[in-house]
């Protein structure tokens, strides 16, 4: 698929419209939580942000395949599957925070061809699509120049997604760049996207975390790949590394890889 047919662009739209006031009416709720077998928290908002999605999906395309974090997969050797978080971050969603999102991705044959970050509480959306330019808001974006790790500003969500020897790797990319900031969750993407940061990278992540941030970032003329520069799909090792500027991905995996 050389281009994402408008059709496509305009349901997962519909999608992230539907689930934003679910989001927005537990925003700031007394909302509880239980703890998952991974140990990462889930509330009545992710299951019924997700649940509404996945029956969208069900009418409109029956023959897409549909991989969730809160329901699970179906049909994922479709020619078309959706990739769906109903709320990335939900941990600052619990503490009032408003730097969580829903992603809404879809792979065509196993490629990240299309994908929505939808910030409930601040209003914002970015989306990309193959072979349309990245919109934050409806407005097209790019990312900056940089042409050096040392000059880079790199955004991360916390240290505890780097254990065993992916610790050491990305302390030496740290090491490398210019300053970092923590706690971004999926929208250190979008601020890459809009060129207000020139690397993200990240590890422990499921195709639910990232998938929906591919066509965004690509989108913007960037890159994005695990940390050794495969594409990001369903099989992947949980590492993630955006660049804004391609110039940076190379050395930025070479720093990985000491």
């Known amino acids: 698929m050389d281009t994402c047919p408008d059709s496509l662009i305009a349901f997962a739209s519909r999608l992230a419209d539907t689930v934003r006031p679910i989001s927005q009416s537990y925003f700031r709720t007394p909302v509880t939580a239980e703890v998952k077998d991974d140990e990462s928290p889930v509330s009545v908002a992710d299951r019924e942000a997700e649940a509404a999605m996945r029956k969208l999906i069900e009418t409109e395309y029956p023959e897409h395949g549909i991989y969730g974090e809160e329901y699970g997969a179906v049909r994922t050797d479709a020619e078309f599957v959706w990739v769906l978080d109903p709320i990335d971050g939900t941990k600052s969603f619990l503490v009032g925070k408003p730097l969580f999102g829903t992603l809404i991705g879809l ?139 391609k110039r940076l991905h190379g050395p930025a995996m070479a720093a990985l890889k000491g």
């Open 107 to 245: 792979l065509h044959h196993g490629k990240a061809v299309l994908g929505i970050i939808d910030m409930p509480a601040l209003e914002e959306r970015w989306i990309g699509a193959k072979g349309h330019p990245s919109t934050f808001n409806g407005d097209p974006i790019t990312i900056r120049s940089c042409d050096a790790l040392s000059k880079a500003w790199m955004l991360v969500t916390s240290p505890d997604m780097f254990l065993g020897d992916n610790e050491a790797a990305f302390k030496r990319l740290k090491s490398s760049v210019q300053f970092l900031r923590w706690g971004t969750d999926c929208m250190g993407y979008g601020l890459l996207a809009n060129g207000f940061a020139d690397v993200v990278c990240e590890a422990n992540m499921q195709p639910y975390d990232y998938v929906a941030l591919v066509p965004v970032v690509e989108g913007a003329g960037g890159i994005m790949t695990d940390w050794y520069g495969n594409p990001l799909g369903l099989e992947n090792d949980g590492t993630v590394l955006a660049c804004g500027d």
